[in-house]
């Protein structure tokens, strides 16, 4: 299962990268980082699930799933600060799917770039525990 959770994430992120590179209309910022958000929580989920099987119920769970994670020797403790790319996605969702804020393109490149790199980690922590 967490396998298909990776998969999505990947997939979530694509096309964030599409929606941003593809459409003129004002909105494709604030759907991209909102897709963007999704892949980070749903590789958390790949990585909550591989090894706790369960995944957050409320998006706020999500950290201290992760957090446990470290804590268990699940993730490697140098990736500890990783968390706060879960605490930036959450505290971003609101604003990205229900707040119609505004989102530069340059705040689309900073939460992709987080995103590539919690699921780059997560890919490396599937492969070492399999």
Known sequence: MEKSYFEQAKLWLEGAKYVADNFDSKDRHPVAIAMTIHAIIKSNDAL????????AKRHDDAR??????????????EYSNYKQIIQDAINEKAK????IAYF????????K??????????GEAIKQKA
Request: net charge positive; proline share 0%.
């Open 96 to 99: 990205a799917e229900y707040r």
């Open 48 to 55: 909550t699930f591989k090894f706790m099987n369960a995944t």
């Open 104 to 111: 530069s393109k340059n705040d689309f490149d900073e939460m």
């Open 64 to 77: 201290r799933l992760y957090e446990d994670l470290i804590k268990r020797n699940f993730v490697k403790a």
């Open 113 to 122: 770039r987080k995103a590539e790199k919690f699921i780059k980690m997560v």
